[in-house]
């Protein structure tokens, strides 16, 4: 099994004094990955920054634009949560450039599976809009890149980060090649992802799937939602490769998520997705970094991700769960059951 790792010490540069999401975060991801001694075990992709062409696949030239004119202005706010340095249009060519490499590689099979940790994230940067610490949407410009240079017919997105990732949701809303899911917590910024947004009834009805959940959701709750839930829906879907917005800001310690996951949770989440790409599409997944703001759990979560990329155990969790009561979700399960597209059709209920 190959297993990559994409990313370079030049995401560094964007970073904003004081700003929750800065180079500390690949920091502490790099340091855990030394010392769990994996990194040899893991193939280095080579990165190079995205083409501008790439880019305008998915996102306006005017929101091009404004991020390259603010960067030739030394820097600045896009709005009260999203800054740009004076490195931050080579940064942000970078990380989408990082992760087209990845999906590129695992599609012609020079890896089986990887993890590109890039930044600044992308899942919130909609096609007309950078946002939500996002300049680019990264997941969505390599998916892109699959389904016009690949020839790929059907790709799944699943977005487990705390928020739902609204700017892949809106750019893939109308394809019905492209299956997104996000599990966020409701009501958090940016107040999008209900149930009833399931995919243009058009041209791409059901490939949309909000799972929002109630705070203080954990392990057990996540764990419901995958396998009752997300499971049989990308069985019904039948993905060629499966691509994951991976952030870890709901774990219980994180600052800005409200949400009760352990690393522990965050390990059968991973399991479930890897089990679902071998058992649907020859075990082609991609693992692409979103949010995660506290520094141990972020390290932690991304090292147990590579430990089942590698088919390992997840190993131990470091910091433990919370032992408080979980929040009822039956009927967001019977809701989504009863009026979801993919789920009306399978027959299926998911796994007790």
């Known amino acids: 099994m190959t297993t990559a790792i994409v990313t370079d010490q030049r995401f560094d540069l964007h970073t904003w004094h ?7 975060r690949l920091h502490a991801i790099q340091r855990a990955l030394q010392a769990s001694g ?11 920054p995205a083409t501008e062409a790439e880019l305008l696949a998915v996102h306006s030239p005017h929101m091009l634009q404004r991020v390259r004119q603010l960067a030739s202005y030394g820097g600045g706010q896009i709005d009260s949560d999203t800054y740009v340095t004076a490195d931050s249009w080579e940064v942000g060519l970078l990380a989408a450039g990082a992760t087209i490499g990845l999906v590129e590689a695992i ?37 892109r890149v699959l389904l016009d240079r690949h020839n790929y017919r059907r790709i799944a997105i699943i977005d487990f980060d705390v928020h739902h990732g609204n700017g892949t949701q809106d750019i893939f809303y109308r394809d019905e ?21 399931t ?5 791409a009805p059901g490939t949309t799937l909000n799972v929002p959940l109630p705070y203080g959701t954990g392990d057990q709750g996540y764990d419901r939602i995958f396998r009752q839930i997300v499971g049989p829906a990308l069985r019904r879907f039948q993905p060629e490769m499966i691509l994951i917005s991976a952030g870890f800001d709901a774990h219980w310690s994180d600052p800005i ?37 506290s520094l141990p759990a972020l390290a932690a979560g991304v090292v147990t991700i590579f430990r089942l990329l590698l088919g390992l155990d997840p190993g131990p ?26 789920l009306m ?5 998911g796994e007790p």
């Open 177 to 197: 090649r492209v299956f997104f899911c996000s599990t966020h917590a409701s009501p958090l910024y940016p107040g999008t992802g209900a149930v009833h947004e």
């Open 107 to 143: 599609a012609t099979g020079q890896c089986e599976n990887g993890f590109a940790l890039v930044r600044p994230p992308g899942h919130h940067a909609t096609d007309i809009r950078s946002m939500g610490f996002c300049l680019f949407n990264n997941i969505a410009i390599a998916a």
């Open 345 to 349: 059709q399978t027959g299926y209920q």
């Open 257 to 293: 998520g409200p949400m009760a996951l352990s690393i522990k949770g965050f390990a059968r989440i991973g399991q479930h997705l890897l089990n679902w790409a071998d058992e649907l599409c020859q075990g082609k997944i991609g693992f692409v970094l979103e949010g995660g703001y």
């Open 317 to 342: 969790d470091p910091i433990g769960g919370v032992d408080t009561p979980e929040p009822a979700i039956d009927h967001i399960i019977n809701t989504l059951r009863n009026q979801h597209p993919l």
């Open 199 to 203: 995919g243009d009834p058009r041209t």
């Open 38 to 48: 994996l990194m040899s075990r893991l193939t280095t992709l080579p990165i190079r």
């Open 18 to 24: 004081g700003h929750v999401e800065q180079a500390s």
